[in-house]
């Protein structure tokens, strides 16, 4: 019975271990020195989205956050690819210039990054997203999964109850505050 038992405790470890070694390979990494990440993600919500942008810094501290509301939106790309729009925008008034921005949306970043035109709705606010990155300085888009992109995820769930876009600086919002050591 000990060995069964020992047996059992040494898988439930080796388990848990290999757990969390996935968990970590997806979790958020801070950005090099000199750089901000910025995090953006979109979350549909009845007949609008919101979306949430978070800008940490390479010693993982909260720089800023920004979140709104994108009214009349019920496609999840067009959505995802408003927020980047809207969290490029934002970050071109801001002093950073080199930035990692990174979305949970696999379509808007190879949209982003292709050489292909792309001349449909989306397409065009992938274009405008190029401009305005490249206005702000040396901007590179990454996709990452949602488990790294949970801090925006949040912001942008969190926002379907206030109507206006709001941005927090140096301190954050209450919602991702807990999220933010991940």
């Known amino acids: 019975m000990e060995r069964l038992q ?7 470890i080796h388990s848990k271990t290999r757990i969390n070694d996935q968990r970590q390979a997806t979790d958020w990494s801070p950005p090099p020195r000199n750089f901000i990440k910025c995090n953006v993600d979109a979350a549909l919500s009845g007949n609008d989205a919101h979306y949430g942008a978070v800008l940490r810094d390479h010693d ?4 800023a956050a920004r979140s709104g509301k994108l009214n009349g939106m019920k496609d999840p790309y067009v959505a995802e690819t408003l927020a980047a729009k809207e969290a490029l925008s934002w970050l071109k008034t801001r ?19 292709s050489c292909i035109s792309d001349f449909s709705y989306v397409g065009l606010i992938v274009k405008q997203c190029v401009s305005i990155a490249k206005d702000i300085g040396n901007v590179s888009v990454f996709h990452v999964k949602r ?6 995820h949040e912001l942008a769930r969190a926002t379907d109850s206030t109507a206006d876009s709001r941005v927090w600086t140096d ?3 209450a919602c991702i505050s807990n999220l933010l050591s991940h």
Do not use: G, Q
Not at 6 to 12: P, S
Not at 147 to 152: G, K, R, Y
């Open 6 to 12: 020992a047996t059992w405790k040494d898988a439930y």
């Open 60 to 63: 993982r501290r909260f720089v």
């Open 95 to 113: 002093p950073e210039r080199n930035i990692i921005f990174e979305s949970d949306c696999l379509n808007f970043c190879k949209a982003f990054n």
């Open 147 to 152: 488990s790294a992109n949970c801090v925006a």
């Open 171 to 173: 301190i954050p919002p």
